[in-house]
């Protein structure tokens, strides 16, 4: 799993446009189109705020328009990305709809994201940074999700999980832990079919 980065490092990581322009969409939908321009404002974000779905911006870009938003709202960020999350996973399931026809069930499909669907990205798009997800089976009714990515988006995977869940109407618990290999940290989700 990936490895801790310094100040440096993150100021590097990038991130693509399309997670961007879905992230303006939802907050214009969800706060209104005034609020989404004074995010913007607040965060004083160097590109301006002028996205394109095939561009690709620092990081850190998010993680400043997420602070602002939070700010404005009073809402945590982890619930905003954890919102958005849900966002971003019904958008996929509308441009993509065939990476989620082609799985029969929740867990299959959240099997497939690294496997599979993440490998296509890749392929679109050379530069994206995808996170790693690995999927061990706990019975038939149960799974670890292991997370390990360069960037601390953990609510934004729990949101996604809940939108697949919710696409799948599988409902399901989800309890989250850090852990820490000497290959570095990552977040488990164990996820459980809830009656
Ligand atoms: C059709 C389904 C999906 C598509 C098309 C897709 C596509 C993408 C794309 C384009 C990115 C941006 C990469 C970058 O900025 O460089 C991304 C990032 C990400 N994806 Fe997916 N994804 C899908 C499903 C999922 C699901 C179901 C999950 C959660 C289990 C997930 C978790 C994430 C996370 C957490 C990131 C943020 C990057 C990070 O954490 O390092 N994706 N995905």
């Not at 969409?25 to 002028?50: E, K, N, R």
């Not at 960020?77 to 065939?98: Q, W, Y």
Request: with cysteine; glycine share 6%.
């Amino acid at each position: 799993m990936r490895q801790r980065l310094n100040k440096d490092q993150w100021r590097r990581v990038i991130m693509k446009g399309v997670v961007f322009t879905e992230f303006l969409d939802f907050v214009s939908a969800t706060h209104g189109a005034d609020t989404a321009d004074d995010m913007i404002d607040d965060a004083a974000v160097p590109s301006g705020g002028a996205y394109t779905a095939v561009g690709t911006y620092p990081h850190t870009e998010m993680q400043a328009l997420v602070a602002a938003l939070a700010r404005r709202t009073g809402t945590p960020a982890p619930d905003l990305l954890g919102l958005f999350g849900r966002h971003l996973c019904g958008r996929f399931a509308v441009t993509h709809p065939d990476f989620f026809a082609a799985q029969a069930s929740l867990f299959d499909f959240l099997d497939s994201v690294d496997g599979h669907i993440h490998v296509e990205v890749h392929k679109l798009y050379p530069d994206a940074e995808l996170p790693v997800f690995r999927l061990n089976r706990r019975g038939t009714d149960a799974i670890d999700l292991d997370y390990a990515s360069c960037r601390p988006l953990e609510a934004l995977a729990e949101g996604m999980i809940r939108a697949a869940a919710d696409h799948y109407r599988q409902p399901v618990a989800i309890a989250t832990s850090r852990m820490e290999e000497p290959a570095g940290p990552f977040v488990r989700f164990s996820i459980r079919h809830a009656a």
